[in-house]
C-alpha cells in the first residue's frame, strides 16, 4: 500500500522528524515505524484469523498511532475506541466486531470476558523482530472500523478498506494546498473519523499531527497556550471548534502566524464562521468539505472566497472529488435536475464494503450505481452549476459539534431508564447549526423533590450507556408524548410544546 510505503521511506531517510506529538510527547518517524512493525510482528504470533479486527483503546497518547500501523502491518483492520466511551459500548463494540485482541494504550485495567488484551505500557517491544510487507492490509481488505451511532440502540462498524483510504489520502495531498513537511491540528479524537483527515495525509505527506488532548480543550487558557507555540500550519476541525475560540479576542493570525489552511468537515459551515475567520485569519485559505463515515471523511470541497461569502447565502459543501459522482435523487430513486433537492448519492472508489456483520443494514445503504460502489446518505440537498449543497437529514440523524448521532439511539438509551415513561430528542438549532439537544421527558413515579434531582439521575443512567456528547444538554417534563393520526409520536407539537 502507498500509503504505508510513504511512512517507511520517510521514517528511513528522516527517522528524527516528529510525526506526532501531544502536549508532552513527541513521536518521531523512525520510532513510529519501528514500534509499530516490532509490535505487529508480536501481533502476527498470536496467529489471529486474517482480518479478523482488532480493537485499540485510548485517547491521544502516542500509543495509539503506533498501535494503528501496527494492526495494518498484520493484516489486521483497526477499531478506534476512545476513553470517553462508556465500558459498556466498549463491551458492545467488542462483541458486535467479533474482536479477539484489545491493545490498550492507557494505564486502565479492561475487564472483557474472553478476549486478549495488550498492555501497551507493559510491552518489551524491542525484543520482537519486525515484521515484513507481505503481511500488510491488501488494498481491499478493511484498513479500519468506526462504529458511528445506530438507529437500533446500537453502534454501525463502518468498514473502511485500504483502498477507500488511499484514494482519500491522494485526493488531500493532491488538490488541497498541503504541500510537504507541513503541520497539522488533530482536533478530534481516533474514534470519529474527522481524524482521518489530518492524521493520514499528515503521514502521507512526510507531515507532523500536532494533537490536542481533552484535557487541553477543556481548559481554555491551556487550549491558547498550547495553540500559540503549536507552529500549525493546517487546521482540521469542526465549524464547531474553530468557533469555540473566537470569544478570546486574541485567536488571530498573530496567535498562528504560520496557518495557511482550514479545512472543515462534520457539520454545517455557518456563513458568519466563515466571515470571522476570513477576517481574523486574511492570509489563510478556508476550505469546506462534505462527506460521511461510510464514504471515508470526505467526497467534495470548495474554497471558501470572498466571492461566496458576499453572496450571504449557505455555503456550498463543493465539488465532488475527481474519483467520485454526487448524485441527487427523488424518495423513487430517480436522478433529479440540476437545482431540485433530493437525497444525496455518493459513488466511487470512496465509499466502503459496508456494516460489519450487518448485511441487511448494509443492503439497504449501499449499491452500486454503473460499476461503481455507492451510498445512500440520507441527507438531503441539490447540485447547482456543478457545486453540491447539503440541507441536513431526511431522516433523524444530525450532526452536533461535528459528532454523527441518531436521534432514535438516544432515545432508545433513554427509555432503558427506570425514570423514563417515554422520551424523545428535540435539537435545538436557532440558527444555521444544531447548538444542543433537549430531552423531552415523561417521567416515571419517582421519590424526587425537585426536577434537578430527577435530571441528574437520569444524566447518572445515561453515562453508562451514551458517550457524553449524545447526552442532552437540557431536560423537559411532560405528562405525555403527542401522537399523530397514524399513532406515531408528533415531534412538530412536541417541539411546540418544549419551546412555548
Not at 184 to 195: C, E, I, T
Not at 419 to 429: E, F, N, R, S, T
Request: with cysteine; net charge negative; glycine share 6%.
Amino acid at each position: 500500500m502507498r500509503l504505508l510505503t510513504r511512512i517507511a521511506q520517510h521514517a528511513a531517510s528522516n527517522p528524527e522528524q516528529a510525526a506526532f506529538r501531544t502536549d508532552d510527547q513527541v513521536l518521531t518517524y523512525g520510532l513510529l515505524w519501528d514500534r509499530s512493525s516490532r509490535l505487529a510482528s508480536l501481533i502476527h504470533a498470536t496467529q489471529l484469523g486474517r482480518q479478523t479486527p482488532i480493537v485499540v483503546y485510548g485517547h491521544m497518547g502516542a500509543d495509539m498511532p503506533v498501535s494503528f500501523l501496527a494492526c495494518v502491518q498484520a493484516g489486521h483492520p483497526y477499531i478506534p475506541v476512545d476513553t470517553s466511551i462508556p465500558m459498556e459500548r466498549m463491551r458492545l463494540i467488542v462483541e458486535k466486531s467479533g474482536a479477539q485482541l484489545v491493545i490498550n494504550t492507557t494505564d486502565s485495567i479492561l475487564d472483557l470476558n474472553n478476549v486478549a488484551v495488550l498492555h501497551m505500557q507493559a510491552l518489551q517491544l524491542e525484543t520482537e523482530q519486525p515484521i515484513g510487507n507481505e503481511h500488510w492490509v491488501q488494498p481491499d481488505e478493511v484498513f479500519y472500523i468506526i462504529y458511528t451511532s445506530g438507529s437500533t440502540g446500537n453502534p454501525k462498524g463502518v468498514q473502511i478498506t485500504a483502498a477507500n483510504l488511499q484514494s482519500f489520502t491522494d485526493w488531500m495531498t493532491g488538490d488541497f494546498p498541503l504541500n510537504q513537511g507541513k503541520v497539522f491540528l488533530n482536533q478530534a479524537p481516533f474514534s470519529f473519523d474527522l481524524s482521518v483527515m489530518d492524521f493520514y495525509p499528515a503521514l502521507q505527506s512526510s507531515g507532523t499531527v500536532h494533537a490536542l488532548e481533552k484535557e487541553v480543550i477543556n481548559k481554555p487558557k491551556l487550549l491558547f497556550e498550547n495553540l500559540s507555540r503549536s507552529s500549525i500550519q493546517i487546521w482540521t476541525s469542526t465549524p464547531s471548534f474553530v468557533q469555540m475560540c473566537f470569544p478570546n479576542p486574541d485567536f488571530h493570525e498573530k496567535m498562528l502566524p504560520e496557518l495557511e489552511v482550514f479545512l472543515f468537515c462534520g457539520e454545517v459551515l455557518p456563513l458568519a464562521v466563515a466571515k470571522e475567520l476570513k477576517r481574523r485569519f486574511p492570509r489563510a485559505r478556508i476550505f469546506n468539505t462534505y462527506g460521511p463515515t461510510e464514504a471515508t471523511v470526505a467526497v467534495t470541497s470548495v474554497e471558501i472566497t470572498d466571492e461566496l461569502l458576499e453572496k450571504k447565502a449557505a455555503l456550498p459543501v463543493g465539488h465532488a472529488k475527481p474519483d467520485m459522482r454526487v448524485l441527487v435523487v427523488d424518495e423513487a430513486g430517480n436522478p433529479l435536475a440540476d437545482g431540485e433537492k433530493g437525497e444525496l448519492i455518493l459513488a466511487g472508489p470512496s465509499v466502503s464494503k459496508g456494516y460489519l456483520g450487518e448485511p441487511l443494514l448494509t443492503e439497504n445503504a449501499f449499491g452500486i450505481i454503473n460499476g461503481m460502489a455507492a451510498y445512500r446518505t440520507g441527507d438531503a440537498g441539490f447540485i447547482q452549476n456543478g457545486l453540491v449543497y447539503c440541507q441536513g437529514r431526511l431522516d433523524y440523524q444530525i450532526k452536533l459539534h461535528g459528532y454523527r448521532m441518531e436521534l432514535e439511539e438516544i432515545e432508545f438509551h433513554l427509555n432503558q431508564s427506570a425514570y423514563i415513561k417515554a422520551a424523545l430528542i428535540i435539537p435545538h438549532a436557532p440558527n444555521e447549526e444544531i447548538e444542543y439537544l433537549i430531552a423531552a421527558v415523561v417521567p416515571e413515579n419517582h421519590d424526587f423533590e425537585k426536577e434537578y434531582q430527577l435530571t441528574a439521575a437520569i444524566r447518572k443512567d445515561l453515562a453508562l450507556r451514551l458517550p457524553a456528547y449524545m447526552i442532552p444538554r437540557k431536560f423537559t417534563y411532560h405528562t405525555a408524548i403527542p401522537m399523530t393520526m397514524n399513532g406515531k409520536a408528533d415531534r412538530k407539537r412536541m417541539k411546540e410544546e418544549v419551546f412555548a
